[in-house]
């Protein structure tokens, strides 16, 4: 499986400049690449190759005066440009098709000069790794680096990034072979939330940090001192900085909150499911400021990549299930509740259930469901390709209340 291992870098200042000219060669190359691609398309022409833009917007502009000073930067930054544009396009392209999972995605765009965010990305032949714990990235120098923990293998790829409040980092691509952790009984359904950030199955709770909240104070602060500052003064240029570096306290004191709460789960259970949630729409509610603080996307995307590292069973669970109104003990399917019931009894059994706890157990249960389903889908598929198929009846079951042990068709087990 392939991972990234992110470094924070300290380039001086020749080689501050240099990273400059770098960024702003990728960006000029990927203007350039898109803008053709537009104006084709606009004009009916047919797709621009690669080969092309590559002969036309890298290795003959170096040659004109207008784009001479291409050559100052590594030929590898501006073919990878290039490259990132064409897996942009793919993705959309497969996004139109409905190859690509999930939200919709939109054409390439131009980026600004004036972007905080800078990138360029490498490959082995324009950086290495030097004995005296330096990494040597072409036409820019040997950077200095904060070795954090080590590489578990040689990298494939690099990318140097520099955020919005100026601060430079290497983020590495390595192979690295799955870490299987010992094999345990315990298994977790996860229901997230915003007074409690997650409940677990076995009704553990895991209370919300609320970073963005506890640091709104001095945010408005340093916000406020940013407005009054003058456009283009050297002062407002100092005050975003502030206000960028405060939002980048929080974004990491959220991520590394995420990891060590995600590591925990995935150490302590076989398997984990969690509800697919809609955060996108969740988003444009009056939730918004706390559904972004919580991270739940971020959060989810941890425990999968976490769960495959490790071995461990994930899945997640369809975001129209009802795991709020299904009862965790009959089955039974008490209705739709708003959100400030907490607690309800059941009219099926009179079980009476925490709100979080129940849903977390209804997503364990529906998780599990899937898990076997895939399999079941699995074994047929295998049996269908051999000489012989074995013909596997489907079992019996009365129409009514499930028997004890037995599963209803919403995954929730009977009395």
């Given at each position: 499986?392939?991972?990234?291992?992110?470094?924070?870098?300290?380039?001086?200042?020749?080689?501050?400049?240099?990273?400059?000219?770098?960024?702003?060669?990728?960006?000029?190359?990927?203007?350039?690449?898109?803008?053709?691609?537009?104006?084709?398309?606009?004009?009916?022409?047919?797709?621009?190759?690669?080969?092309?833009?590559?002969?036309?917007?890298?290795?003959?502009?170096?040659?004109?005066?207008?784009?001479?000073?291409?050559?100052?930067?590594?030929?590898?930054?501006?073919?990878?440009?290039?490259?990132?544009?064409?897996?942009?396009?793919?993705?959309?392209?497969?996004?139109?098709?409905?190859?690509?999972?999930?939200?919709?995605?939109?054409?390439?765009?131009?980026?600004?000069?004036?972007?905080?965010?800078?990138?360029?990305?490498?490959?082995?032949?324009?950086?290495?790794?030097?004995?005296?714990?330096m990494v040597y990235v072409a036409k820019v120098g040997n950077?200095?680096?904060?070795?954090?923990r080590r590489l578990p293998s040689a990298p494939t790829s690099?990318?140097?990034?520099?955020?919005?409040?100026?601060?430079?980092?290497?983020?590495?691509?390595?192979?690295?072979?799955?870490?299987?952790?010992?094999?345990?009984?315990?298994?977790?359904?996860?229901?997230?939330?915003?007074?409690?950030?997650?409940?677990?199955?076995?009704?553990?709770?895991?209370?919300?940090?609320?970073?963005?909240?506890?640091?709104?104070?001095?945010?408005?602060?340093?916000?406020?001192?940013?407005?009054?500052?003058?456009?283009?003064?050297?002062?407002?240029?100092?005050?975003?900085?502030?206000?960028?570096?405060?939002?980048?306290?929080?974004?990491?004191?959220?991520?590394?909150?995420?990891?060590?709460?995600?590591?925990?789960?995935?150490?302590?259970?076989?398997?984990?499911?969690?509800?697919?949630?809609?955060?996108?729409?969740?988003?444009?509610?009056?939730?918004?400021?706390?559904?972004?603080?919580?991270?739940?996307?971020?959060?989810?995307?941890?425990?999968?990549?976490?769960?495959?590292?490790?071995?461990?069973?994930?899945?997640?669970?369809?975001?129209?299930?009802?795991?709020?109104?299904?009862?965790?003990?009959?089955?039974?399917?008490?209705?739709?509740?708003?959100?400030?019931?907490?607690?309800?009894?059941?009219?099926?059994?009179?079980?009476?259930?925490?709100?979080?706890?129940?849903?977390?157990?209804?997503?364990?249960?529906?998780?599990?469901?899937?898990?076997?389903?895939?399999?079941?889908?699995?074994?047929?598929?295998?049996?269908?390709?051999?000489?012989?198929?074995?013909?596997?009846?489907?079992?019996?079951?009365?129409?009514?209340?499930?028997?004890?042990?037995?599963?209803?068709?919403?995954?929730?087990?009977?009395?």
């Open positions: 499986m392939r991972l990234r291992y992110n470094y924070r870098a300290y380039p001086d200042a020749t080689q501050r400049r240099a990273l400059a000219q770098a960024f702003g060669c990728a960006r000029v190359v990927w203007n350039d690449c898109l803008r053709d691609r537009k104006e084709a398309h606009a004009a009916g022409l047919p797709y621009v190759t690669s080969a092309e833009l590559s002969r036309l917007r890298i290795t003959q502009a170096k040659r004109t005066e207008e784009r001479a000073w291409l050559a100052g930067v590594s030929a590898v930054v501006l073919q990878q440009s290039l490259r990132d544009l064409d897996t942009a396009y793919q993705n959309f392209f497969d996004s139109l098709r409905g190859k690509r999972q999930g939200r919709k995605i939109g054409p390439p765009r131009y980026k600004s000069k004036k972007d905080t965010r800078q990138s360029i990305r490498l490959n082995t032949n324009a950086f290495s790794l030097q004995e005296n714990g950077l200095k680096v904060k070795w954090s690099l990318t140097v990034t520099k955020d919005s409040c100026g601060r430079y980092f290497l983020s590495f691509v390595v192979d690295t072979e799955p870490d299987i952790l010992p094999e345990l009984e315990a298994e977790a359904g996860i229901d997230l939330g915003l007074s409690a950030f997650a409940v677990l199955s076995d009704g553990q709770k895991i209370d919300s940090p609320r970073f963005l909240r506890r640091a709104e104070k001095k945010l408005g602060r340093l916000q406020r001192e940013l407005s009054r500052k003058a456009k283009g003064s050297k002062n407002r240029a100092k005050a975003r900085i502030k206000v960028a570096r405060q939002h980048a306290k929080v974004a990491d004191r959220r991520r590394d909150w995420h990891h060590k709460a995600s590591t925990q789960i995935i150490r302590d259970n076989q398997a984990v499911f969690v509800e697919d949630l809609a955060v996108s729409g969740l988003g444009r509610t009056r939730l918004a400021k706390s559904v972004h603080d919580a991270g739940w996307s971020a959060f989810v995307g941890m425990l999968e990549y976490k769960a495959v590292k490790h071995g461990r069973t994930f899945a997640k669970v369809d975001r129209a299930f009802p795991s709020s109104q299904i009862c965790s003990a009959c089955g039974f399917r008490d209705g739709p509740k708003p959100l400030h019931v907490r607690e309800w009894t059941c009219s099926g059994c009179g079980t009476v259930h925490d709100r979080d706890h129940n849903a977390a157990r209804n997503v364990l249960f529906e998780g599990r469901r899937i898990v076997a389903a895939g399999r079941a889908e699995t074994l047929n598929a295998s049996q269908s390709a051999g000489r012989t198929r074995t013909e596997v009846p489907a079992q019996r079951v009365e129409a009514g209340s499930p028997r004890k042990g037995q599963t209803t068709q919403a995954g929730i087990p009977g009395l």
